[in-house]
């Protein structure tokens, strides 16, 4: 299955180039207080292959016609891997606009970080770049959706609580500060173009991803190439704390990362997932915001049309 979210909190099962609404299969009154997660993640996790089937003879719309939201509407967590693959480790340290004088050599001496959950936007938005005079990149990357609670699990238990796949661009103020401040900015966390569940990817460490900016091929790999592979990553993140289901997982990102700016046009491409175009906004951040706070800063959840 490939659950997407649309127009402002719908849901739909994407077949091929149409979607399926599947909205009115969820509860939509969360018990109270809500349970840690995301509520939408949890449901479909307790459906599972009975919303395809539920859905079926549902009427269809052209994926065309609607806009794509964050897949995961209300992360708990945003936890984002450094320095996982070899050769974004040596570019980092080839390039200082990169590295700022740190040294890598893996990712346990540095830990996970986590991204806020406020950065969180959805392909058919903007990414509204901040700073005019500092650089922001793309990095494109794999990102885990946790389906089940996690705690301690082992290696060979991971990808049991896995709920599927989307594709992650973990956009990154370069500079000397905390990971966790400077990949936090609104919009800096790119989420699509939909959920592509487990059971269609038994093995998340075999595929290629890919980024294109304008045209121009940035960056090309295989998660096989994953210093610290998705079991790896949530067996590690487990033993510090508990995952809930809708957590993601930006696995990290290869070589090639460099530096967007506005008016660009990010391609993200990984197999089996699909693609999501990604625009970046003309206007920089600080420039005035339209009288609703502008599209990409306005928060998903005000603007519910049901
Ligand atoms: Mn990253």
């Given at each position: 299955m490939k659950l997407c979210r649309f127009d402002h909190d719908h849901l739909g099962l994407v077949l091929g180039e149409h979607l399926v609404e599947?909205?009115?299969?969820?509860?939509r009154t969360p018990p109270w207080p809500a349970a840690p997660g995301d509520w939408i993640v949890r449901q479909a996790v307790e459906m599972g292959a009975e919303l395809a089937v539920r859905a079926a003879g549902s009427p269809k719309t052209p994926l065309g016609d609607v806009r794509l939201e964050s897949?995961?509407?209300?992360?708990?967590k945003i936890i984002g891997a450094p320095i996982n693959y070899r050769a974004h480790i040596e570019e980092a340290h080839a390039d200082q606009g990169i590295g700022f004088g740190r040294s890598f050599a893996d990712l346990k001496e540095h830990g996970l970080f986590l991204k806020a959950s406020s950065a969180l936007i959805g392909p058919s938005e903007e990414v509204r770049l901040r700073f005019p005079e500092r650089r922001s990149d793309h990095e494109v990357e794999l990102v885990a959706v946790i389906g089940r609670e996690a705690s301690q699990v082992s290696r060979e238990r991971a990808l049991d609580h896995v709920f599927g796949y989307a594709i992650g661009l973990d956009m990154t103020v370069r500079g000397p500060e905390w990971p966790v401040f400077r990949k936090s900015a609104d919009t800096y966390a790119v989420l699509g173009p939909w959920i592509v569940t487990a059971d269609e990817i038994p093995d998340p460490n075999g595929l290629d991803l890919s980024l294109r900016v304008n045209g121009e091929l940035r960056q090309s790999a295989n998660?096989?190439?994953?210093?610290?592979d998705v079991q790896a990553l949530i067996e590690y993140a487990s033993s510090f704390y508990t995952l809930h289901p809708g957590d993601l997982i930006y696995t990290g990102t290869p070589e090639g990362v460099s530096q967007v700016r506005p008016g660009d046009v990010m391609d993200c491409e990984i197999g089996a997932i699909g693609r999501m175009h990604v625009g970046v906004a003309k206007a920089w951040f600080s420039q005035a915001p339209a009288a609703d706070g502008g599209v990409a800063a306005r928060p998903l959840k005000t603007a519910r049309s049901y």
């Open positions: 599947v909205t009115d299969l969820f509860d897949p995961v509407a209300s992360p708990g998660t096989r190439q994953l210093i610290y």
